[in-house]
């Protein structure tokens, strides 16, 4: 099997996402690029073939402390180097001054040779500053960078504008003071603190948090705890990462609805007769419903779409002007300036304190207690992405070959020996990917739950080659309409009608591929709309 990078899918893509910033958002991003200092010094840019580490030789006074860290990590070979992958390096360049802001507070470590003695976490720490892909400020996202870290881990880009000036701040805590160094093998961005590796889980970080003791106490006392982990272990026995997204609201907010503690919250939402550990108990599916499968930073929320959570229903998140939680369902607040006023008829989120870094994901702060609502259903296309080996491979180019299905956890099939995922340059498929698989051979996916109701089944897939095959679609075990020959399509890829079908229960479902005549099956998506 093909080895991949351990990421997550938080590609930024302005055409399809930029709508969902609130106007101010807008205004404050327009002044980031003039706000943080853009002046490079003469001698940052424009040298004949410097290299990163090139350039901190060249500036080892003003740089003194990372340098020195340089040498004793031996990274400066890397950093005099070419990517092998082809995509440049980023270097997050910590100031003297962000080092000696580090000690001052460090428990563990008073100065760069304390901290050179510990060979091992020294070595982590100038790793985690590297990203492994150039990366130019224009092509920030406001969630996480499109690659890791040579560590294997992601760094946010959000912004400051608390004091006179605003600035980007990588991890929500280092100020990009200097940006976009382009050397030859890529960008240095210098900062003003060092960065700290992420070791928390979402759950830790309420729990470390006095502000958030009301959804941590209920987290805890549900034992939803507990499925918060940054590892969990599949069926088949194997542990993977425990991707999700958090949505939390500090006590100030419960206590502007009258809940002063965790006692006043299970008398408001818990129900009689019932242990707060019970699925069904009200008090139970508040706290879950504060869950979201997966792992979705602000940049990731794309138009109106249901995201399902560890509850009975999806929360429902639009994105206009602002990004807007299960918009509709109450009047929350008003907003009065002068003889306007302003109906808050959805869940608000803390956009700037937002997007907070942990091992899980995401962690989003809330501005309105979110309550249990079940959303209007909506179309649902599903691209893979549930497949973590597939989502990890989703944003670099590629192909990457899958043949050991006991390390898969949505897709299993029968006959061929492996499946292929593609990533390429543009093409007619959406998200310009897909997978494939050949010969003769019965596939099956497991799809994510969908809101009950009737909807229209389609799929599309490659169907202008004469090598393709000729297949027969089933949905929870029952054959949906008539076969598909994918070797007349009048375009590279056409969508196909399979049928209506129609939910019963919130919950997960099966489509079953299988070929009656033998040959390639190119499949893009599967989407349902509602009937």
Not at 102 to 126: G, H, K, P, T, V
Not at 268 to 296: K, V
Not at 373 to 402: C, H, L, W
Not at 488 to 495: E, H, L, R
Request: net charge negative; glycine share 6%.
């Amino acid at each position: 099997m093909k080895d991949i990078k351990n990421k997550t899918a938080n590609i930024w893509i302005p055409n399809v996402r930029e709508a969902f910033y609130m106007i101010t958002i807008s205004v404050i991003m327009a002044l980031i690029i003039s706000a943080c200092d853009t002046t490079v010094p003469g001698s940052f840019i424009g040298e004949d073939a410097i290299t990163i580490s090139g350039f901190l030789e060249e500036n080892q006074d003003t740089y003194s402390q990372f340098w020195k860290f340089l040498l004793a990590t031996d990274l400066k070979n890397t950093l005099n180097a070419y990517n092998p992958n082809g995509s440049g390096y980023t270097l997050f360049l910590p100031t003297n001054q962000a080092f000696d802001n580090y000690f001052e507070r460090n428990e563990d470590y008073s100065s760069i040779d304390e901290l050179l003695a510990d060979s091992d976490f020294a070595n982590l720490l100038i790793r985690y500053h590297l990203v492994n892909i150039g990366v130019n400020s224009n092509d920030f996202p406001y969630g996480a960078l499109p690659d890791t870290t040579v560590t294997g881990d992601f760094l946010t880009v959000g912004f400051d504008d608390s004091g006179d000036s605003t600035f980007y701040k990588i991890n929500n805590q280092a100020p990009v003071t200097i940006k976009n160094i382009e050397l030859i093998n890529g960008y240095i961005h210098e900062i003003g603190e060092v960065l700290e590796p992420v070791t928390k889980s979402s759950f830790d970080w309420i729990e470390d948090n006095p502000d958030y003791s009301i959804i941590t106490e209920a987290l805890r006392i549900t034992g939803l705890y507990d499925t918060l982990r940054i590892y969990r272990t599949t069926s088949s026995g194997k542990i993977v990462d425990n991707p999700y997204t958090l949505l939390a609201e500090a006590d100030s907010i419960f206590i502007r609805r009258g809940i002063l503690n965790f006692n006043d919250l299970v008398e408001r939402y818990g129900s009689s007769g019932l242990p707060l550990t019970d699925y069904e108990n009200d008090l139970y599916q508040f706290t879950a419903y504060h869950i979201m499968e997966g792992s979705y930073f602000l940049d990731e929320f794309d138009e109106t779409s249901n995201y399902n959570t560890y509850a009975n229903f999806p929360v429902q998140v639009a994105t206009d002007l602002e990004i807007m939680i299960n918009p509709g369902k109450d009047t929350l607040d008003l907003i009065i300036e002068g003889q306007d006023t302003t109906v808050i008829n959805y869940v608000r989120l803390d956009m700037i304190n937002s997007n907070i870094l942990t091992k899980n994901g995401p962690l989003h702060l809330l501005k309105d207690i979110l309550e249990v609502k079940s959303p209007s259903r909506v179309e649902r296309m599903f691209q893979f992405f549930e497949e973590p080996q597939i989502n990890d491979a989703r944003g670099t180019i590629g192909e990457y070959v899958f043949s050991n299905q006991e390390d898969m956890e949505v897709l299993s099939w029968f006959g061929p020996d492996y499946i292929t995922y593609v990533k390429s340059s543009p093409m007619d498929a959406n998200n310009n990917d897909y997978i494939e698989l050949e010969g003769n051979f019965t596939m099956d996916y497991q799809i994510p739950k969908i809101l009950p109701g009737k909807y229209l089944m389609e799929f599309k897939a490659q169907s202008k080659d004469n090598e393709n095959a000729n297949i027969q679609v089933s949905f929870d075990g029952k054959r949906l309409g008539s076969s598909f020959d994918l070797t007349s399509g009048g375009n590279p890829y056409d969508v196909f009608n399979v049928g209506i079908v129609e939910f019963q229960n919130y919950e997960t479902h099966i489509i079953t591929v299988n070929s009656l005549l033998p040959g390639k099956f190119t499949w893009d998506f599967v989407r349902f709309t509602p009937e």
